[in-house]
């Protein structure tokens, strides 16, 4: 599928910063903004194209081309209030060992000391030196270094909406000496570096009406210091603060505040870019002194609140992740009524995309928030509920993970542990490991800690089933990589189907304290007898390496590559038991005339079979039968009269015979098959070359498609399709409520399509009744198809990593077992950036 840029864009800026073609720039006039304004419409068309319709799906930096680069970990930490020696030391010594991605770490800039040092001082800056009640710049930057080494990333927690409250004046952390009302501070002096009164509807200056958009972002947050973020002075200096950050070492930021400063803003047709995308425009690429990639961007988060006033999360998606503040409550109420773990996503609740969602069970913030209903939260004190709500968090697909960890406190402002002299007291532990000293350490309960290693194997899968027991238990399934069960009281003793591959499974939440064997047929008998921790865990590669042990039946569905003509005589399958003995023969010999593989050996099985691979180019003959799960290579012929069955790929670059009918379609493009082949006779086909055209005898059902569209988009941006067969193309879906292009619901002022097809969802005029949901290869609404190579240069590394194993045009993003790009999954079927300008990455002779 080929998305051509100046199309993707739908228009360039003067700078061309954008890319693809020149042309007309259209400006409105700013009250807030410098005139670099641009124009774009509105996402909101229909496009059929042989019964299509399709959802453009735009990933912001958060995953698509940002990251932090992590290398395929999932989780990251907070590290609410720790000192830069002990987050180095937790780096080395449980975070990078256990797997987590990164930590976030408090606000590291110069702060106020406040009466009773309460926490709420980390928030209120002085000036941008990185000398905090967490330590020094030293301190900071060999913290720094040290998670790196350990290959967990810092993400710093950065407070860019404002300065210290006003009517204050002192000396801060560092010893830099501010005054509030006279609006002078070591980065700003004079009141043109802060938001005008005049800009604020609110009477006393402060922040005071959510539904009043221009109340939230132009007025004073509790009273402190609003910097007026639309001034490029303004901009310049915060940049430069941020930039200083990145030359340490750190690989992203959680904005704080960022409800209050204002992202973008559209008037009809036109938008202008406002303060958060300029400032986060001049930040720099990640230090390649920190070991980095040349040209990575750093990873944006940012702090939202919750739908349901005049800001909504979905300003921020272009800007990338943003903090899903509505997780927390699903949570809570589904540990008590497992029948809402199904939706833990809900498009119904406008919580952000996956691509864009930082998931948590419970912040610093909400924790302390009074105003959330008795039930809707859950905190380190609920600690049964707590661990069976981020279990289930770590299990799932959704979003970017982030664990809490926490100090006791009895009053909402109190601060972090100290010693009679306000000192930060250090994080000890015991023999256990356990926290010491008034710090909580959720993040290292075993529980937790183990679920960890979980979501980074199954990391590029998604839910392959969801579904409560007769019992009441839950179970929850990433393809054949993982498995996890949840019981609410404690008790559970079930045979189930885990999907996984049959072996001797680590039981990955007690530690490898018990052994689950999975049989043949991916079942296991799944115990749990724990109320405080009434959950279980077992995936591929987790703990120990299973081994394949079982009296079941095995059969092979392993690839099979030849570079001669083949057959197998017989099925490969055992009832014996296995074993690790290794079997070799040397002159092996063959009656082309008889259908099965004998041997001379006699074989007797009474431990697990491991096969390595198997080379040979002599004939094979054996009496027994053989099973592996390895791939088999030869360079000879093997013929057979008996039944071929396998659900793998088959691939061959010699001759193949048959007596059968072959029909095949006309293509120019690479076509690969894992569908299912069963035939009882000899194949027959003359010599071909799969990338060549094929003899046809009858039409081919996939035509090649372009699409060309228009969305704009920014730079570290990617585009996914979604979509489906419409109800003109298929008579038996029931009509939609409203008119044809009720299959678009455009969202004012954020330009994006969304459909909510699966289960039969309504989502705002669309009624897609007759999609069973995933996956898309049992979906009626799914669209099969091929996309296209575009080259296998570095610049098509993300296209052809997020279209590996894309076989479907579906609603419900990436396919199971589809590609993922550096951990980043397919957020649906790619495009590719692509420009008009020969000799320039990316030119597509298309793209005009």
């Known amino acids: 599928m080929l998305m051509p840029k100046s199309r993707l864009l739908g228009l360039s800026s003067s700078s061309d910063r954008l890319g693809g073609s020149r042309g007309a720039v259209e400006s409105v006039p700013s009250p807030r903004a410098s005139p670099r304004a641009t124009s774009v419409h509105l996402l909101r068309f229909y496009l059929a194209l042989t019964g299509v319709a399709v959802v453009l799906s735009v990933v912001g930096a958060?995953?698509?081309?940002?990251?932090?680069?992590?290398?395929?970990?999932?989780?990251?930490?907070?590290?609410?209030?720790?000192?830069?020696?002990?987050?180095?030391?937790?780096?080395?010594?449980?975070?990078?060992?256990?797997?987590?991605?990164?930590?976030?770490?408090?606000?590291?800039?110069?702060?106020?000391?406040?009466?009773?040092?309460?926490?709420?001082?980390?928030?209120?800056?002085?000036?941008?030196?990185?000398?905090?009640?967490?330590?020094?710049?030293?301190?900071?930057?060999?913290?720094?270094?040290?998670?790196?080494?350990?290959?967990?990333?810092?993400?710093?927690?950065?407070?860019?909406?404002?300065?210290?409250?006003?009517?204050t004046q002192g000396y801060g952390s560092a010893g830099s000496h501010y005054a509030a009302d006279a609006f002078d501070f070591p980065p700003y002096h004079g009141d043109q570096f802060f938001s005008p009164k005049l800009n604020c509807p609110s009477l006393d200056g402060t922040v005071s009406n959510y539904g009043n958009e221009n109340d939230v972002r132009d007025c004073y947050l509790e009273g402190r210091m609003d910097l007026y973020t639309a001034e490029t002075a303004v901009q310049d200096v915060i940049a430069d603060y941020l930039n200083d950050l990145l030359d340490t070492g750190v690989a992203g930021f959680r904005i704080d505040a960022a409800t209050h400063i204002w992202p973008e803003v559209s008037i009809g047709y036109s938008r202008l870019l406002l303060d958060l995308e300029y400032i986060q425009a001049k930040t720099n690429n990640l230090s390649e002194a920190a070991g980095f990639p040349s040209g990575a961007s750093p990873y944006f988060y940012y702090d939202v609140i919750a739908p349901g006033t005049a800001i909504t999360p979905a300003d921020y998606y272009h800007l990338g992740g943003v903090t899903e503040a509505q997780y927390g409550k699903k949570a809570a109420l589904a540990v008590?009524?497992?029948?809402?773990?199904?939706?833990?996503?809900?498009?119904?609740?406008?919580?952000?995309?996956?691509?864009?969602?930082?998931?948590?069970?419970?912040?610093?913030?909400?924790?302390?928030?009074?105003?959330i209903p008795a039930g809707e939260l859950l905190t380190f004190r609920n600690a049964r509920e707590y661990r069976m709500a981020t279990a289930f968090m770590l299990a799932d697909d959704y979003g970017m993970a982030r664990v809490m960890s926490s100090y006791q406190f009895a009053s909402d402002d109190e601060g972090p542990p100290t010693d009679a002299l306000n000192n930060t007291l250090d994080v000890t532990t015991d023999a256990n490991g356990d926290c010491l000293g008034g710090w909580v350490c959720e993040h290292r309960w075993p529980p937790i800690l183990n679920m960890v290693e979980f979501r980074n194997k199954v990391a590029g899968t998604n839910r392959s089933r969801f579904e409560v027991l007769p019992s009441g238990a839950a179970v929850l399934s990433r393809g054949d990589r993982g498995f996890f069960a949840m019981a609410p009281l404690g008790v559970m003793d079930e045979l189930l189907d885990t999907g996984l591959p049959p072996g001797d499974y680590c039981e990955l939440v007690s530690g490898c304290g018990v052994e689950v064997t999975v049989h043949a047929n991916g079942s296991a008998q799944i115990t749990i007898a724990d109320f405080d921790v009434p959950f279980v865990a077992i995936c591929v590669g987790c703990g120990a390496a299973p081994g394949i042990s079982t009296t079941d039946d095995l059969t092979t569905t392993d690839e099979i590559t030849t570079t001669d003509g083949f057959t197998i005589t017989s099925d490969m399958t055992t009832t014996d038991d296995t074993t690790t003995y290794e079997i070799t023969t040397d002159k092996i010999t063959t009656d082309p005339a008889t259908p099965a593989v004998t041997t001379t050996h006699t074989v007797i099985t009474t431990n697990e079979i491991t096969t390595e691979e198997i080379t040979t180019t002599e004939d094979i003959t054996t009496d027994d039968t053989i099973t592996t799960t390895d791939e088999i290579t030869t360079t000879d012929e093997i013929t057979t009269t008996d039944e071929i069955t396998t659900?793998?790929?088959?691939?061959?670059?010699?001759?193949?015979?048959?007596?059968?009918?072959?029909?095949?379609?006309?293509?120019?493009?690479?076509?690969?098959?894992?569908?299912?082949?069963?035939?009882?006779?000899?194949?027959?086909?003359?010599e071909t070359t799969s990338t060549e055209a094929a003899a046809a005898t009858t039409a081919s059902p996939l035509q090649r498609t372009v699409i060309f569209m228009h969305k704009k988009v920014y730079d570290d941006q990617y585009v996914f399709l979604r979509g489906g067969l419409d109800e003109d193309n298929d008579p038996a879906r029931a009509r939609p409520s409203s008119p044809a292009d009720a299959v678009w619901s455009a969202r004012a002022g954020r330009g994006l399509g969304v459909c909510l097809c699966a289960h039969g969802k309504l989502a705002a005029d669309l009624l897609c009744s007759d999609c069973t949901g995933p996956p898309a290869a049992t979906d009626a609404c799914a669209l099969p198809f091929a996309s296209r190579s575009l080259g296998d240069t570095p610049h098509y590394d993300r296209y052809n990593a997020w279209r590996d194993g894309d076989r479907f045009l579906d609603w419900f993003g990436a396919e199971p077992g589809q590609g993922s790009y550096q951990g980043t999954p397919a957020s649906g079927s790619p495009a590719a950036w692509t420009t008009s300008e020969p000799g320039v990455q990316g030119y597509q002779e298309l793209n005009v």
């Open 336 to 371: 008590n009524d497992f029948s809402l773990l199904e939706n833990m996503y809900d498009p119904a609740w406008e919580m952000a995309p996956p691509a864009n969602a930082v998931v948590f069970v419970d912040s610093h913030l909400s924790q302390r928030d009074n105003s």
């Open 62 to 167: 958060a995953w698509a081309a940002s990251s932090p680069w992590c290398d395929e970990r999932q989780t990251i930490v907070h590290l609410f209030e720790w000192k830069w020696a002990d987050v180095a030391s937790e780096c080395e010594d449980v975070l990078g060992p256990a797997g987590f991605c990164g930590v976030q770490v408090s606000p590291p800039q110069e702060h106020r000391l406040m009466p009773g040092q309460p926490w709420q001082q980390r928030y209120q800056p002085v000036s941008y030196l990185l000398d905090s009640r967490s330590g020094s710049r030293a301190e900071f930057e060999d913290m720094v270094a040290r998670c790196n080494d350990a290959g967990v990333r810092v993400l710093v927690d950065a407070v860019i909406n404002n300065m210290a409250e006003q009517h």
């Open 647 to 686: 659900t793998d790929e088959i691939t061959t670059t010699d001759e193949i015979t048959t007596t059968d009918e072959i029909t095949t379609y006309e293509t120019t493009a690479d076509v690969t098959t894992t569908e299912e082949i069963t035939t009882t006779d000899a194949i027959t086909t003359e």
